[in-house]
Each structure stands twice: as structure tokens, then as C-alpha cells.
């Protein structure tokens, strides 16, 4: 009785130390258990990037609207809209799409203390112009709206 138990227990602790062996590293991993090792994943924090983003993200966000679509030259557009994320009082920057980049106007709101703001603007050319509301320092913007002058 003691030759079989202790020949299963040599027969256990290689078994073990095999396992062991194999599985310290992926193609062992995979051997030993026939399930691919799990691949790490990237994991985004909330956290602004230094270039602005096109989406939302946890920290802050910009949402903006036209009262008009299309416009004669010479004529105002309301800009509205909400933030989240962003303090009363910070200034927001009205930006328009110049060959491919992505120009300041010179038209500035500030942040209202329930979270909207208001920002009007003159074409003075006509064209399709695409603006988007962002903050002064970029961190945050929204997505285009286009505004058609004629």
C-alpha cells in the first residue's frame, strides 16, 4: 500500500511541477490549457489631452447649435449651447474651418453659471462656413455645425 501511495504522489507533484513550468510563460499558458492567454488592453482616463478632442469625454464637454442654417451676407447668427465640465465664467472661442485648419474667430462668450452660453456672429462671405465653439485654451470643442451664407 505504501509503493502505490507514494508512487501517486511522486505521479501528483510532477504533474504539478509540470504545470508550473508550463504555464510561466504564454505558449506554455496555451499547452497547458488550450485558452489563449488574456492580450492587456489600453485604458483611457478621462483626462484632457493637450490636442482638442473630437469627442466628449469625462472631464468636459461643448454642445452647440444654430438659430439659423443659412444666412444672407451681413447677417447674425446666434451660436447656443451647454457645457459640462467646464467653470462659469471661462471663455469660449468661436473657430471656423480655413483650408483644412481650424482658425479662431474673434468671438468670445463666456460661460453662464447654469452651464450655456450665447455667442453671435456677422458673415461677412459668402460660402458654406463650418464653426464649432471650443474653449480659449482648446482643451475642449464641439462638433462643426455648417452655416450656409449667401
Do not use: C
Not at 490636442?51 to 469625462?58: E, G, V
Not at 449651447?81 to 468671438?107: D, E
Not at 455667442?119 to 464649432?132: D, L, M, N, S
Amino acid at each position: 500500500m505504501s509503493f502505490s501511495r507514494s508512487r501517486r504522489t511522486r505521479a501528483l507533484a510532477a504533474g504539478v511541477l509540470s504545470a508550473a513550468v508550463l504555464s510561466t510563460g504564454t505558449a506554455g499558458a496555451v499547452a497547458a490549457t488550450g485558452v489563449p492567454a488574456p492580450k492587456p488592453t489600453v485604458t483611457r482616463t478621462g483626462m484632457p489631452s493637450m490636442k482638442p478632442s473630437r469627442t466628449a469625454t469625462a472631464m468636459g464637454s461643448i454642445t452647440v447649435s444654430a438659430d439659423r442654417k443659412a444666412v444672407k451676407v451681413g447677417n447674425t447668427v446666434v451660436f447656443t449651447g451647454r457645457v459640462k465640465g467646464i467653470k462659469a465664467g471661462s471663455t469660449l472661442v468661436l473657430q471656423h474651418l480655413h483650408n483644412g485648419r481650424w482658425t479662431t474667430l474673434r468671438t468670445t462668450a463666456a460661460v453662464n453659471k447654469n452651464g450655456t452660453y450665447t455667442i453671435k456672429r456677422t458673415f461677412t462671405t459668402k460660402g458654406a462656413e463650418q464653426v464649432r465653439v471650443a474653449t480659449k485654451t482648446g482643451t475642449f470643442h464641439s462638433t462643426p455645425v455648417t452655416v450656409k451664407v449667401s
